[in-house]
């Protein structure tokens, strides 16, 4: 059964009554705690009675002096309440303004962070550049020539350069993505021809890690609306991820297929580590790897997973993870089918 609460009346929403009654002089000391007495002594006969009721009982009081009382009361809590909410208005507006002020900061210093990786990407592709360019004729004997053991060397240091310079010009594109400046250059695509030269070129590094590495996908499939370089980037960036998170024994299968007659949907299936739940969106973080420790198992710059989201939204699309650890990963995306 619900409880019964008792009527509303001015009385109780006044603080100290009593003490303000004697401070106006209407009241003695006396006077007020024969009325508390009184007050308790109803109550424990079962009858809630109010202070105020209890003084008119006992005429120390009367009717109008008890309402003037009570109407002083509520006047000053309400100019109280007044001053409060304007300090509150104003705290609300200091705040706000700190936050507003954080925010810029942090946009300033987010572009600030977005030029200095393009600055610096850029000023070091022309010392690569020129790296390349002597590495490439010592290997060739133009620059004289030179032993197995020297060949072996330089053909190291080669594909190390290369590797750095994938990661700057990943550096690149992360600086543009952020300063929204990614151009798309939209044309039809052969989709099915590009993931086999992807397969192609990912399937020696499959095959030292041993991982099976396969393409699935009919001869019909449909061309895609896409820019060709970037969705290329994509699917190679989604595969060599696949192959580096597959323990040897694994397999990866790149998956083409028509859903619709408008859709053309692209999965990487592996049987790889796999993503613990908790952390699928840390994956998309840039510069961000979910084993941070110094001695982790896996290279990478952390900004893969990041551009290729970036770049398949640019693309009008979205990529879909579905994970289980220690089972493997799934990542997909559609794109439109042009017939």
Do not use: C
């Amino acid at each position: 059964m619900a409880k019964i609460l008792p009527k509303l009346s001015p009385e109780m929403l006044i603080p100290r009554l009593g003490e303000y009654i004697v401070q106006k002089g209407l009241l003695t000391d006396e006077g007020l705690q024969k009325a508390l007495a009184y007050q308790q002594s109803q109550s424990a006969s079962g009858k809630q009675t109010l202070l105020g009721q209890a003084l008119m009982d006992l005429n120390l009081i009367s009717r109008d002096a008890l309402d003037q009382v009570i109407t002083e009361q509520i006047i000053q809590l309400r100019s109280a309440l007044q001053a409060s909410n304007r300090n509150l208005e104003q705290r609300v507006k200091e705040r706000t303004a700190e936050l507003n002020e954080a925010l810029e900061r942090l946009s300033e210093l987010s572009q600030m962070k977005a030029n200095f990786v393009a600055n610096i990407s850029h000023e070091l592709r022309t010392p690569l550049t020129h790296v390349k360019g002597y590495l490439e004729l010592l290997i060739t004997e133009s620059l004289g020539p030179i032993s197995e053991e020297q060949r072996h060397g330089l053909q190291v240091s080669q594909r190390s350069a290369m590797k750095l310079e994938s990661m700057i010009d990943d550096l690149i594109m992360f600086s543009l993505a952020t300063r929204g400046e990614m151009s798309m250059k939209l044309e039809k695509v052969d989709i099915r021809r590009l993931a086999t030269l992807a397969v192609k070129a990912a399937s020696s590094k499959a095959e030292e890690r041993g991982v099976q590495l396969t393409l699935a996908a009919v001869d019909e499939i449909p061309q895609v609306q896409a820019d060709p370089e970037k969705i290329s980037w994509v699917v190679g960036q989604l595969l060599d991820n696949a192959i580096k998170f597959t323990p040897s024994g694994g397999s990866v299968v790149v998956n083409i297929k028509e859903e619709g007659n408008n859709l053309v949907q692209i999965s990487m299936i592996d049987t790889g580590i796999g993503i613990p739940p908790g952390r699928l969106n840390e994956i998309f973080e840039p510069f961000h790897q979910l084993d941070a420790s110094s001695t982790r198992h896996y290279g990478g710059t952390g900004l893969g997973l990041s551009l290729v989201r970036q770049i398949v939204e640019a693309h009008g699309s979205l990529l879909d993870v579905q994970s289980v650890e220690g089972k493997g990963s799934v990542f997909k995306f559609p794109l439109l089918a042009v017939h």
